[in-house]
């Protein structure tokens, strides 16, 4: 995408405000910024959906940590002792395989001269069963990845919301702007029209003074709707992860058509299955299933196999092996009724998180009715919008001429003024309340 580089040469109008909305582009040709590409660069460059994609991520490798309690666990050490203490001498001589006859004597083993032991050992355990914990884990990390699979889509659609609400701001911002202008070119001539007929003495100075208060006005109105615009133009790139001062030429928007009108029941079918909020919730309680597995499996046996080597000697360089090998089971008795305690917490957990699944199935189906009523009350406001725009203009054509034949006052025609300016701007909220609308019936049904 290109970027609009700031000139001191004038912008021309690339586009007319009953076209779609006009908006300023230097005099050098400049691919316009589509809402798609706002869409793009927002699920692409947006701080939340990089932080998203690491989440996801992030899931993915506790899967593997899941995964390592299939595998064996080994360790590997290297220690030094030194002393006298009997015991300590005793088993290191033994262990070094330096034990001799003289090592008998009551003497040395009483009083025992003091021994360096350099050991090194290598040990490994395999769990054999656990009672099913370590599978209960791995799906619960896989269940994991799916809910940050599922947090992703949902951070999308809020950035494709985001960026949508965003460019039409932009394009409402661009066209008000464009329309002040207008607005303040007619009141300048309504101010040339209206001093011409004072010097011929057919109006007094104060519808002369009238105008020039209306005109002043515009260009306040002018400058509140350049400043929107320069807001507007930041807020988009925010959303997009571009540098806040960054300007693009954006395309504008054409006349919207209402769609054809779907069942409410289908709509809501669609929702159901698609919305990530739902898929959430649904995992959820599969995730919860998970934890009573794992907790259950604490009061299941315990099997596991281990083996171990190890060297001993007087010095580094010099040792002695000696390896074993042993299997076991380990069975929990009695813990203080925690296992209990646990179990019966995520029972708990998953009869609420049950709850909380109905009710964001609920609320999907409330927010789909609300997203078509706003839609389609947003279609009837843009379709009111372009009558009234035109019914505005040719009002305002006729208090003209009627005012320079002196058959109306100064006070109708800057009505007259007002009133087109107001449905412009009207045209211009409904088209882009029709776009965020659309965008937000979209993320209703998890598109």
Avoid: C
Avoid at 70 to 90: C, H, I, K, M
Avoid at 93 to 110: G, S
Avoid at 288 to 295: I, N, R, S, Y
Avoid at 337 to 366: G, H, N, P, Q, Y
């Amino acid at each position: 995408m290109l970027l609009m580089i700031r000139t001191s040469t004038p912008p021309v109008i690339v586009a007319g405000l009953l076209g779609g909305l006009l908006v300023v582009a230097p005099v050098f040709a400049q691919a316009p910024l589509t809402l798609q590409d706002a869409i793009a660069k927002a699920t692409a460059g947006n701080a939340d959906a990089r932080i998203a994609a690491l989440a996801e991520k992030e899931a993915g490798h506790r899967v593997d940590q899941a995964r390592a309690g299939y595998l064996p666990r080994v360790d590997a050490s290297e220690t030094w002792q030194r002393g006298n203490q009997p015991v300590f001498v005793f088993g290191s001589l033994l262990a070094q395989r330096r034990f001799t006859e003289a090592d008998f004597a009551l003497d040395a083993l009483n009083r025992p001269d003091a021994l360096d032991n350099f050991r090194v050992a290598v040990g490994a355990e395999q769990s054999i069963y656990d009672g099913g914990a370590t599978r209960a884990r791995v799906r619960a990390a896989r269940l994991g990845v799916a809910l940050a699979a599922s947090g992703t889509v949902g951070v999308r659609q809020a950035l494709a919301v985001a960026a949508t609400q965003a460019y039409g701001d932009v394009l409402q911002a661009e066209a008000s702007r464009q329309a002040a202008d207008a607005a303040l070119e007619a009141a300048a001539a309504d101010l040339r029209r209206t001093s011409d007929r004072r010097d011929a003495g057919l109006v007094t100075d104060a519808d002369v003074l009238a105008v020039e208060v209306h005109r002043a006005t515009v260009e306040e109105a002018r400058l509140r709707a350049s400043l929107a615009s320069d807001l507007a133009r930041a807020e988009l790139n925010r959303v997009m992860g571009e540098p806040l001062d960054t300007v693009f030429v954006l395309a504008p928007l054409a006349p919207s058509e209402a769609p054809a009108r779907q069942a409410l029941a289908a709509l809501e079918a669609e929702a159901l299955a698609q919305r990530p909020e739902l898929q959430q919730a649904r995992l959820a309680v599969d995730l919860a299933g998970t934890q009573v597995a794992e907790a259950k499996a604490s009061y299941m046996p315990q099997v596991f196999a281990q083996a171990g080597w190890e060297g001993n000697g007087g010095v580094w360089h010099d040792r002695a092996g000696s390896w074993g090998v042993a299997a076991g089971v380990r069975i929990n008795i009695f813990r203080g009724f925690a296992d209990k305690a646990r179990i019966a917490e995520v029972s708990e957990a998953t009869r609420r998180r049950a709850l909380e699944r109905e009710r964001a199935e609920t609320a999907v189906r409330l927010d789909v009715r609300s997203a078509v009523a706003r839609l389609e009350s947003a279609h009837a406001r843009d379709a009111l919008a372009r009558s009234v725009v035109t019914q505005a203009a040719e009002r305002q054509r006729i208090v003209r001429d009627r005012y320079e034949q002196g058959l109306t006052d100064v006070t109708a025609l800057l009505r007259a003024a007002e009133a087109v300016v107001q449905a412009q701007e009207q045209q211009i909220r409904a088209r882009v309340d029709v776009l965020v609308h659309a965008a937000s019936l979209d993320r209703a049904l998890g598109r």
